[in-house]
Each structure stands twice: as structure tokens, then as C-alpha cells.
């Protein structure tokens, strides 16, 4: 397997559900007007109300990562209230109407006209948001950085990893940067790596006297690999595993390197500048690194990510605000960045 060749389109496919195409995602679902279809949904919520003529009708919510749905039981409202949970992913049948100035489907009349689904039946990806940017231009992105490598040494070591260990490689390229705070979707570490690197390489440009272009460039592309064994997927959606729970992801990064690094040739001291960029990429110790940057490689990178996590949390913060329909110029408060963030422009406010 070569990086950027023939496994970027294999990868991208699992990383898509391979159900879309008989069931699309509710966003295609929805231009379906006064059609029938099939629909496979997560329930968020269900409500069973009487109309004025006492009939019971069933409310519920569908939702996948592509928006929100209506769907209406008319016929079989008390039965599948009881069978069905929030939570349930649900195969169901109907049709897309207008009705009072939203979308919605309404249940067929049959018995079967919607069922819940056991886990093997659909990809938990389809519930699960994924990153905004072209994965496949990202893989290519990623390639390039490591091929403009010129230390044999250390490209060879990314190499092994990025390219040799196509488990790794298809677990780095869907898991997230992050569960609650940054790049919190699938390609969210393989968008957050590039974005490092990238900048970390403009930055060489300007100080060459002061930074090792190769350490720099790789200690970014490495600096967060341990996320990779620290999230997993699971019918909730994004959760950290056991081993990320009691190493964390700066431990296990460590861990990789050195494993891998027991394949190819490479001096102490590089690997050593390698393994020190892993553990202190948080830049402090309150914040989670057992050391504080000591190189300079080590320090432009963690200054870089933080960066870019946070640039990726005020996006993040706007879009949502946005996809609201909230028109004020103030977000709510962020714990995380501390601060409330400006959402309009300078010309909407005297």
C-alpha cells in the first residue's frame, strides 16, 4: 500500500456508510416530496398525543448526521410507542409530506412499517459527524508532508506507520481529535494532523536558522498518533477506550513510536527528539504533558496545535450558532476557549 494511491478511495468508502446508497442520509431523504421511502434513523425522541377526535397519534424525531426529521404514526401509534425507545436506530417506511410549514414522513399503515435494527444491520458512522474538508485531498495532503521528508531515517519511520500498517492508518484517518472540544468528527485527527504540519512547515520557512525542518514536520504529523488506540466508535458515537482512559493518548503515542521504531533504522537521538515532541505537546504540566516543550521543534509544535484546536473551537462554536438560526452578535460562554465569541459583523453594531 502506498499513502495517497489506491487505498485513500478503499479507505473513504468505510468511512461512508456502505448503506447510503439503498438508504440515503435524511438531508437526500427530505427532496423526496409526496414519495415513498425508507429511511434508517436514530429515535432522539417520542411523544404520544391524542388529536381532537381522541385518535392516538405517535411523534417521534429521526435524526442521522446529516439533520433532523419529523415522522407521524397513524396507524399503529400505541403499539410501536411501546416497542420503540429514544436511541433505537429504526428501519422505516412512508412517505415525505408538507405538512404545517415542515417536512415530515408519515408511517405507512402496515405492522412492519417500522422496526429497530440490531447493531450489525447499519454503520454507526451515519449518526456520527464527519469532517467538512475532502478526505481524500487530506490523505494526499499527508503524503506529500511526509515525502518532503529528506531525512531517510525519519521519513522511512513515518513511513512504516502511515503507509506499512494499514490498520493504523484506517483507524487514524476516521477517528476524532477530539470528543468534546475540538475536530470532534470522523477525519477529525487526519484534518487536525495536515493543519499542524502545514503550518509547522510555513513557520520553518521563515526561521530555517532556528528549527529542524524534518523533526519539525514529522514531530507534527506524530504528535497526536496515540488518539488513535485513545477513541473508539460505539453506538453512542465517539467514547474513549480503556487503555485512552488510564494512558492516555500522549502514553500510547509514545508506545507506537517506540514499537515501530523497532523496525526501521533510526538514531537515539532522533527518535529520542521525536518521542519528547509526543509527551509535551500540551505545553504544560497542569495541562496534561509530563514535560514542557525543551526544543524548539517541541515548542513551535505545541504552540501550532493549540492553535489550530482552538481556531477549530471558535469555527465550531459560529457554525453551530449559525446552523441555530441565531442572529445575536454574542455566543453563550465557552469553557473551553473562557470566553464568549463575537458572531457578527463589525458594520452590525454602532
Known sequence: MQLGDKMPKELVQKVVSSSLEKFPLLSDIMKKLNENVEVVAKIS????????????????????????????????AEENFEKLSEGDVILAKGRIVYFEDHLQLNLDKSKDSVRVMQEEE???ERFVETTPEDIEK???KLKELIDDIQDKEIRNLLKELFEKDEQFFSKFIKVPAGVSVHHT?????LEHTVAVASICKKIWSVYENALNKDLLIAGAILHDI?????????????????????KSHIALGVEILQSKAKNVQISKGKLMQLEHI??????????????VPKTAEAFVIHMVENMDAKLARFRSICQKEKKNGNTKLWSEFDKHLQRRIWLG???EED
Open 278 to 291: 509526543i509527551l509535551s505537546h500540551h505545553g504544560e504540566l497542569e495541562w496534561g504533558s509530563p514535560v
Open 345 to 347: 459583523g463589525f458594520d
Open 122 to 124: 447499519y454503520d454507526i
Open 138 to 140: 487530506l490523505q494526499r
Open 45 to 76: 425522541s417520542k411523544r404520544l398525543q391524542e388529536t381532537k377526535d381522541q385518535k392516538k397519534l405517535l411523534l417521534l424525531t429521526l435524526v442521522d448526521r446529516s439533520g433532523s426529521l419529523r415522522a407521524v404514526d397513524w396507524h399503529n
Open 185 to 189: 468528527y470522523i477525519g477529525g485527527l
Open 226 to 246: 496515540g488518539k488513535v488506540q485513545e477513541y473508539t466508535i460505539t453506538k453512542k458515537g465517539f467514547e474513549v477506550t480503556t487503555e485512552g482512559e488510564l
